[in-house]
């Protein structure tokens, strides 16, 4: 199916895909501004966006951030005032009317929150419209797959009533059968569940973890907290920006409402190959999440020399344990040697309302710091053989994933 649909890329080579594009969506600079009545109103602010294929990314954000704006810019409902969507070899933003419906009809699926099944078709026949539409599977072949989606869906026995004689969840499920039709690579849904109480939420949910074991990947809007914990990855728009994907990644048991007023008052800093960040005996007035690069962290020995106990990267954080001390560093940070490092900082005051607010990230932490003191301990241990003769010092890192709450 990927050779059919992406030329042949299983994996972009080297070189990426058709535009460089090496990420299976990429969003470049898009800026959306409509124009109205009160003048002109941009709901997405220069927006970067990368989606590797098999992710099952979550869209979060508050109503009216520009959630629906933006994932309507991949499935090329709505087109973007400037910049760029790649997906796979296409330039969606490219593409006349015809073209995108085309493209969309073989490479995407797409699930709303109102179901939008047609009223007067049956079940069966809604999931086979999509097939038609595309020209795709020869005309005996489309009902029988309909019935096989359908029953992957659990809706075979009902496949020939109407819409209107089965339930939200059942008719979301159906809607989600549909979305499959053409075997599309990608899914695209806006608050899928949104219409749904929460136990078939989670059947919907479900579904989708089996769509992601399958090799598909799925972006979806949600308002919900603990489905979108459950994605592999949370993106977070705020008043039209994508704030940096990887404080989710840092601090994933932060609710919705939390992460925005995080992501708000994270400053964005650029640090120079080996450049010292934080050093060791400085007064500890910020925590950090490396959002681009990575950092090593230095631990003064007591012979004078320096040792490398770690090397953190993209979504890690740092500086927790100054912070929690309510002290002065316990190590030194530096940029690593290979590019520029970018990280995103919480001053002092931020980092204690966050813990305030947020039992769970507390305790995480709280973990980690315990964790890593312990593996600074080992390290000097080790660093004291290494200058006694002994050989190299045996480093352990404990990583942040080790970390969970049980
Ligand atoms: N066609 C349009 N013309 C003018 N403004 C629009 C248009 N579509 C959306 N907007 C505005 O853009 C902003 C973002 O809208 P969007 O629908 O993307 O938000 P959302 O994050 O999906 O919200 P919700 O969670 O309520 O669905 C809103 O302020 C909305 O009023
Ligand atoms: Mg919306």
Do not use: C
Not at 266 to 279: C, D, G
């Amino acid at each position: 199916m990927w050779k059919r649909i992406f030329g042949g890329k299983q994996q972009p080579s080297n070189g990426g895909y058709k535009f460089g594009n090496t990420h299976l969506i990429e969003l470049r600079r898009v800026i959306k501004t409509y124009e109205t009545a009160a003048g002109s109103f941009t709901v997405l602010k220069n927006v970067d966006l990368q989606i590797d294929r098999g992710e099952f990314v979550a869209i979060i954000g508050k109503s009216g951030s520009g959630k629906s704006t933006l994932i309507n810019m991949l499935t090329g409902i709505d087109r973007p005032t400037s910049g760029e969507v790649l997906v796979g070899d296409a330039a969606i933003h490219t593409f006349s009317e015809g073209q995108m419906a085309v493209w969309r009809g073989k490479n995407l699926g797409i699930i709303f929150q109102f179901f939008q099944l047609l009223p007067t078709l049956t079940l069966i026949e809604n999931v086979m419209l999509p097939m038609d539409f595309a020209n795709m599977f020869s005309p005996s072949e489309r009902p029988k797959r309909a019935l096989h989606l359908l029953e992957q869906v659990e809706m075979s026995e009902h496949a020939y009533k109407l819409p209107s004689a089965v339930s939200g969840g059942q008719a979301q499920r159906v809607a989600i059968a549909r979305a499959l039709a053409n075997d599309p690579p990608i899914l695209v849904a806006d608050e899928p569940t949104g219409s749904l109480d929460s136990k078939t939420a989670n059947a919907v949910f479900v579904l989708f973890e089996d769509l992601i074991k399958q090799g598909k990947t799925i972006v979806m809007v949600t308002h919900d907290n603990d489905l979108a914990r459950r994605a592999s990855r949370a993106v977070i728009v705020v008043d039209g920006e994508v704030t940096n994907q990887y404080v989710s990644h840092a601090l994933p048991h932060l609710g919705v409402d939390q992460m925005t007023r995080v992501a708000r008052q994270l400053k964005r800093e650029l640090h120079e190959p080996n450049a010292t960040i934080v050093s060791q005996g400085d007064t500890a007035d910020r925590f950090y999440i490396i959002t681009r690069g990575a950092v090593d962290i230095f631990l003064p020995h007591p012979d004078g020399q320096e040792i490398h106990v770690d090397r953190l990267t993209e979504g890690q954080y740092f500086g927790e344990i100054g912070l929690l001390n309510g002290d002065s560093r316990t190590a030194s940070a530096r940029a690593y040697p290979d590019g520029e490092v970018e990280v995103a900082t919480l001053d002092r005051e931020g980092f204690s309302i966050l813990l305030q607010e947020s039992d769970q990230t507390q305790v995480v932490l709280e973990r980690m710091r315990q964790a890593r003191l312990e593996r600074d301990q080992r390290t000097l241990v080790n660093g004291a053989d290494r200058s006694s003769g002994n050989g190299t010092p045996k480093v352990t890192t404990p990583a942040p994933e080790s970390v969970e709450i049980e």
